[in-house]
Protein backbone atom coordinates (compact mmCIF):
# COMPACT_ATOMS: atom_id res chain seq x y z
CA UNK A 1 0.00 0.00 0.00
CA UNK A 2 1.27 3.44 -1.09
CA UNK A 3 1.96 5.97 1.77
CA UNK A 4 0.90 9.04 1.07
CA UNK A 5 2.76 12.77 3.09
CA UNK A 6 -0.46 14.44 4.04
CA UNK A 7 0.22 18.44 4.21
CA UNK A 8 -1.58 20.63 6.29
CA UNK A 9 -1.98 24.46 5.43
CA UNK A 10 -1.86 27.16 7.58
CA UNK A 11 -5.33 28.03 6.34
CA UNK A 12 -6.47 24.37 7.38
CA UNK A 13 -4.71 25.07 10.93
CA UNK A 14 -6.85 28.57 11.16
CA UNK A 15 -9.95 27.11 10.47
CA UNK A 16 -9.38 24.02 12.85
CA UNK A 17 -8.88 26.88 14.86
CA UNK A 18 -11.68 28.68 15.03
CA UNK A 19 -13.89 25.77 15.21
CA UNK A 20 -12.36 24.41 18.21
CA UNK A 21 -13.24 27.75 19.86
CA UNK A 22 -16.45 28.21 18.60
CA UNK A 23 -17.22 24.43 20.26
CA UNK A 24 -15.44 25.44 23.27
CA UNK A 25 -18.03 28.34 23.59
CA UNK A 26 -20.20 25.30 24.61
CA UNK A 27 -17.80 22.66 25.93
CA UNK A 28 -13.97 22.58 26.01
CA UNK A 29 -14.25 18.47 26.46
CA UNK A 30 -16.06 18.22 23.46
CA UNK A 31 -14.17 21.31 21.65
CA UNK A 32 -10.56 18.71 22.75
CA UNK A 33 -12.45 15.28 21.13
CA UNK A 34 -13.52 17.03 18.19
CA UNK A 35 -9.68 18.28 17.51
CA UNK A 36 -8.54 14.93 18.08
CA UNK A 37 -10.78 13.20 15.81
CA UNK A 38 -10.44 15.53 12.77
CA UNK A 39 -6.87 15.40 13.37
CA UNK A 40 -6.74 11.30 13.46
CA UNK A 41 -9.51 12.10 10.54
CA UNK A 42 -7.30 14.22 8.22
CA UNK A 43 -4.12 11.31 8.96
CA UNK A 44 -6.14 8.64 7.59
CA UNK A 45 -5.55 10.28 4.06
CA UNK A 46 -2.18 8.81 4.10
CA UNK A 47 -3.39 5.89 3.00
CA UNK A 48 -5.83 5.70 -0.39
CA UNK A 49 -6.87 9.17 -0.26
CA UNK A 50 -8.63 8.57 -3.95
CA UNK A 51 -11.19 6.87 -1.92
CA UNK A 52 -12.72 9.86 -1.05
CA UNK A 53 -15.48 11.31 -3.56
CA UNK A 54 -14.86 14.84 -5.58
CA UNK A 55 -15.89 17.79 -4.14
CA UNK A 56 -18.34 20.41 -5.90
CA UNK A 57 -15.72 23.18 -5.53
CA UNK A 58 -13.90 20.92 -8.26
CA UNK A 59 -16.43 22.96 -10.80
CA UNK A 60 -14.32 25.99 -10.30
CA UNK A 61 -10.89 24.97 -10.69
CA UNK A 62 -8.78 23.01 -12.60
CA UNK A 63 -6.95 20.63 -10.48
CA UNK A 64 -8.71 17.98 -8.52
CA UNK A 65 -10.38 18.39 -5.17
CA UNK A 66 -11.16 15.50 -3.00
CA UNK A 67 -13.70 15.43 0.43
CA UNK A 68 -13.78 13.77 3.23
CA UNK A 69 -16.22 13.97 5.08
CA UNK A 70 -15.87 13.84 9.46
CA UNK A 71 -19.73 14.38 10.51
CA UNK A 72 -20.61 17.73 9.56
CA UNK A 73 -17.25 18.93 8.65
CA UNK A 74 -15.87 18.45 4.81
CA UNK A 75 -11.92 18.04 4.17
CA UNK A 76 -11.42 19.37 0.96
CA UNK A 77 -7.71 17.86 -0.16
CA UNK A 78 -5.89 17.90 -3.45
CA UNK A 79 -3.78 14.71 -4.22
CA UNK A 80 0.02 15.69 -6.22
CA UNK A 81 1.84 12.67 -6.76
CA UNK A 82 2.64 11.29 -3.39
CA UNK A 83 1.27 14.20 -1.61
CA UNK A 84 -2.12 15.28 0.03
CA UNK A 85 -2.44 18.75 0.35
CA UNK A 86 -5.61 19.48 2.49
CA UNK A 87 -7.05 22.92 1.96
CA UNK A 88 -9.70 23.49 3.96
CA UNK A 89 -12.05 22.05 6.53
CA UNK A 90 -15.33 23.34 6.08
CA UNK A 91 -19.04 22.99 7.57
CA UNK A 92 -21.49 21.09 6.01
CA UNK A 93 -24.05 23.96 5.82
CA UNK A 94 -21.38 26.45 4.29
CA UNK A 95 -21.69 27.13 0.49
CA UNK A 96 -19.70 25.61 -2.21
CA UNK A 97 -17.78 28.16 -3.67
CA UNK A 98 -14.26 28.34 -5.41
CA UNK A 99 -11.36 27.89 -2.57
CA UNK A 100 -9.08 31.10 -1.89
Known sequence: MRVFKVNISPT??????????????DS???????????MNNISTLDK????????EEMAFHDY????????????????????VQVLHVKHGKMKRRPLA
Open 12 to 25: VEDEVEHYVHEIAK
Open 28 to 38: INNALKWYGEI
Open 48 to 55: SPARCPYA
Open 64 to 83: EIRNLIFGNYRILFHISGQT
